[in-house]
């Protein structure tokens, strides 16, 4: 039939499309693992510089980069910033052509009121105009989320917001507004030390045992104690926790799932409470922006290793060009190591020194995958109700393992819209253990990356979405973000890093225990 020709020929689209697949960091770990290998025979060629700084700032990504911009404020200059295996880290983004895309960071909710380093910032930068410390800051309107913001395929039917309401029932719907009241409660709740329960940052909130308690068990279990069962609830709260950390419900420390909730209430004079801050290219024109204000001077290159000196620390860094790896030496008075504490460990001489025990204090990491689709057209939508709302910032499928996908485009606020877009998919690999979904990102051929990244996409728009794609860029995190477990806020060694004061300072979301921009600037 005429039908299963085209189907056949737009299967045959697929394959003839080929991602360019990017591993972060992949390069620079396997040539250090190599070099450890004592059947390699690898040596690193000697320093070919020495380059002297006041402050060495190890890591780009938003630590490191809100760390330079702190600095400048406080009269420093004399300062250089290591890049890493990758600028700006997790906040990176990329461009088809004049079409920026994120792969990593999309968004940033409305700062709180506790949240006084973010909003400096972001006063800094000009995106707060006016009353940057007010109940209700002036925010540039470019950057404010505008509507439609959020959409669910549900039930054959695209339907507003997230949580699914059409043909649920009312004792769901009930269990529904229980738990955002619950929220609404929560936010506002003081512990026995006068301080609010949950905040960013997460070292401002309270340390009342009463409420510790919730670390001990995950989301699902609490949710359980607390009488609630509806699976839309449940597939919900399992959605959030997978998009915020990519770990399940079942599995995140019922502190950090509550926490998400609990604590970001920022509200806006020109906004409406809790939207979000976003851009086509998600968080890079945010940290591109930042590290201007800063003026740090930056150079490509990998820590090695880091030690204290009699005259303060000494990294050795190196660079690979073409698979050949050139080193030089950092000496600086201070160094602040912005780096995940997986690659600290392995990089800090001595990290055991600190109080931090590796073999027991290095978090499990989430894998994460961004899928950035260049479509020479927008898609014709499909699953349209009578109240179906119409391609929105964010569009989820009701599925595992996607987490939807988002139109980068969406920001766009030129008068004549451009007729190309970018849909960026986000795939949270949580129906794998986090060490079997590294092995399968590193073996899997392209087109089986391509098959998972396309298959909302599918769902949503069938086969004839192919014939819309130019191009697929596809980011692959091994290691994208540590993962709340519970007990995360008792990780001692965690504790350690966050006070350490001597020639090596730490800074990193990790050190909180999530990966969200308030916890990494904030350190």
């Not at 591993?23 to 250090?32: D, K, S």
């Not at 409305?110 to 930068?125: G, K, M, N, Q, T």
């Not at 699902?220 to 399992?238: A, D, F």
Request: charged share 20%; proline share 7%; net charge negative.
């Amino acid at each position: 039939s005429d039908l299963a020709a085209g189907s056949v020929a737009a299967f045959q689209r697929w394959q003839e499309i080929t991602p360019k697949l990017n591993y972060p960091g992949r390069e620079e770990g396997h040539f250090l693992r190599d070099l450890h290998d004592p059947r390699n025979h690898k040596t690193l060629p000697p320093p070919s510089q020495v380059i002297q700084t006041d402050i060495a700032i190890l890591g780009s990504g938003v630590a490191g980069l809100t760390a330079a911009w702190k600095l400048k404020k406080l009269g420093k200059t004399d300062m250089l910033m290591i890049d890493g295996p990758q600028p700006h880290g997790n906040a990176a983004g990329g461009a088809f052509g004049d079409l920026e895309y994120p792969t990593g960071a999309h968004y940033l909710p409305l700062p709180s009121p506790e949240s006084v380093h973010v909003r400096e910032i972001l006063a800094d930068l000009g995106i707060i105009q006016k009353d940057a410390l007010g109940e209700r800051p002036y925010y540039d309107e470019r950057f404010v989320l505008h509507a439609p913001e959020e959409r669910l395929l549900y039930k054959g039917q695209w339907q507003e917001g997230f949580m699914p309401t059409d043909g649920v029932p009312q004792w769901e719907i009930d269990e529904h507004t229980r738990f955002f009241a619950e929220v609404e409660r929560l936010r506002q709740t003081h512990g026995a030390d006068g301080r609010r329960v949950f905040v960013f940052p997460t070292v401002m909130s309270s340390e009342d045992p009463l409420w510790q308690a919730l670390d001990r068990i995950t989301l699902k279990q609490w949710l359980e104690q607390n009488g609630y069962r509806s699976p839309t609830l449940h597939w919900y709260l399992n959605y959030c926790c997978r998009d915020d950390y990519g770990t399940r419900y079942d599995q995140v420390s019922a502190w950090a799932g509550l926490h998400y909730y609990c604590s970001r209430w920022g509200q806006a004079a020109n906004a409406s409470g809790g939207t979000w801050l976003t851009w086509p290219g998600g968080l890079q024109p945010l940290v591109n922006g930042i590290e201007r204000a800063s003026g740090i001077k930056r150079m490509a290159g990998t820590v090695l290793s880091l030690k204290t000196t009699a005259d303060g620390v000494e990294a050795l860094c190196f660079k690979l060009e073409g698979g050949k790896a050139s080193t030089y030496l950092v000496r600086a008075r201070k160094a602040i190591c912005a780096m995940p504490v997986y690659v600290a460990a392995r990089v800090v001489e001595n990290i055991a020194a600190y109080g931090f025990d590796p073999a027991k204090h290095i978090p499990e990491y989430a894998p994460w995958m961004v899928a950035n689709f260049l479509l020479k057209r927008f898609p014709h939508e499909l699953h349209q109700g009578e109240h179906s709302p119409p391609l929105s910032w964010d569009n989820v499928v009701y599925s595992e393992p996607g987490l939807g996908y988002v139109v980068s485009t969406h920001q766009d606020i030129r008068v004549q819209p451009p007729e190309k877009t970018v849909f960026s998919a986000y795939i949270a690999l949580s129906h794998l253990t986090p060490l079997r979904a590294r092995r399968w990102m590193v073996s899997a051929k392209p087109e089986e990356l391509l098959a998972l990244a396309i298959a909302d996409l599918k769902t949503s728009y069938g086969d004839k979405f192919g014939a819309c794609v130019e191009r697929v860029d596809i980011t692959l995190r091994g290691h994208a973000m540590a993962a709340p477990l519970p007990n995360f806020r008792a990780n001692a060694g965690m504790k350690a890093l966050r006070e350490a004061d001597g020639p090596i300072l730490f800074a990193h979301a990790d050190l909180s225990g999530f990966s969200v921009f308030e916890e990494a600037a904030w350190w």
